[in-house]
């Protein structure tokens, strides 16, 4: 049976929860400024855990939400901000949480979070693959999926987490962080991204459901050229395919690593407008 800690104790680090916590002070500050919360904005923040982040965003930003899943970490969160009332605490899953629930006006939302890495995907498609998505986001991710999501073509990285975050997205590394920033040290290295939604959106919800499917087929076969993909998960015919190729100046002999984002979303586009039907081999889940 689990001891509850002695009051003032902090409990002990749970790994099911990716409970990792960051003491590097100057991390710390750093993760906070590059979101830039002021008196105007709310903020949400993910896993908010003893309150790394969660002291110095209460200093700057006008409404901080807090979603935290850990009852004890929740409990001590609650008690702590109870005399603030800009603070709330939420504890719940983040991924059962619409940002309907934390905010009136989901799109001047601010979020941040040094997050479980296990439920980085959902967490990420969780605000990117919505409307309105939110305003800014700052996550402390696994560095390896900091170096995929901001891949460039042709590097053997880059693929459907790359095209999906920077087809709808800016998005930058701030700063990596080494794994003696934290406790209990992680096995892996960690990244600080920031990801700026484009405002207004520059793909159609009906473009990116299309964008979603052709990611999925083209780097689910990622060794075959783009033509024979095409080929076999829309049933184009090889004029069809060449005649694609032709409308967007895209040579689809290449393979799909080789292609941008915003060529993904021009050939999306162009696919949506010629097939009623989206791909047999294109099933709706998270990208892994
Ligand atoms: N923000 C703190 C820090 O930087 O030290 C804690 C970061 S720790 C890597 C991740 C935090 O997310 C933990 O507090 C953990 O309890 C919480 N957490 C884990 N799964 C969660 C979920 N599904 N929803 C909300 N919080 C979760």
Do not use: C, W
């Not at 710390?28 to 400024?33: F, H, N, T, W």
């Not at 983040?94 to 009136?104: M, R, Y």
């Not at 605000?127 to 998505?133: A, N």
């Not at 998960?233 to 689809?252: F, H, P, R, T, W």
């Amino acid at each position: 049976m689990a001891h509850a800690p002695r009051p003032g104790q902090p409990p002990r680090a749970k790994r099911s929860l990716g409970q990792n916590f960051l003491i590097d002070p100057n991390a710390q500050l750093r993760i906070v400024e590059a979101l830039n919360a002021t008196a105007a904005d709310e903020v949400m923040e993910i896993g908010p855990g003893q309150g790394a982040l969660t002291r110095h965003l209460a200093e700057r930003a006008g409404r901080l939400v807090l979603v935290e899943l850990d009852d004890e970490l929740a409990r001590r969160l609650t008690e702590e901000f109870a005399g603030n009332p800009a603070v709330r605490v939420i504890h719940r899953d983040v991924l059962q949480v619409p940002l309907e629930e934390v905010s009136a006006d989901p799109a001047r939302l601010k979020v941040i979070g040094n997050i479980p890495y296990n439920i980085t995907t959902p967490i990420l498609f969780g605000l990117l693959e919505r409307r309105p998505r939110p305003r800014e986001i700052v996550l402390m991710v696994q560095k390896e999926v900091a170096d995929r999501i901001l891949a460039d073509p042709g590097n053997k990285t880059y693929g459907a987490l790359a095209v999906g975050v920077r087809s709808v997205a800016d998005a930058e590394r701030v700063m990596n962080v080494g794994r003696k920033s934290f406790r209990p040290v992680p096995d892996v290295e960690s990244s600080v991204i920031r990801i700026v939604p484009h405002d207004p959106p520059r793909v159609t919800p009906e473009d990116e459901r299309s964008l979603r499917h052709l990611t999925r087929a083209a780097f689910g076969q990622r060794r075959k050229q783009f033509q024979r993909i095409l080929r076999d998960a829309y049933g184009l015919s090889v004029d069809q395919v060449a005649a694609l190729g032709g409308e967007l100046g895209m040579n689809l002999q290449d393979r799909p690593e080789s292609f941008s984002p915003e060529r993904f979303v021009d050939l999306a586009r162009a696919l949506r407008a010629r097939t009623a039907k989206p791909p047999d081999s294109a099933p709706e889940e998270p990208v892994e």
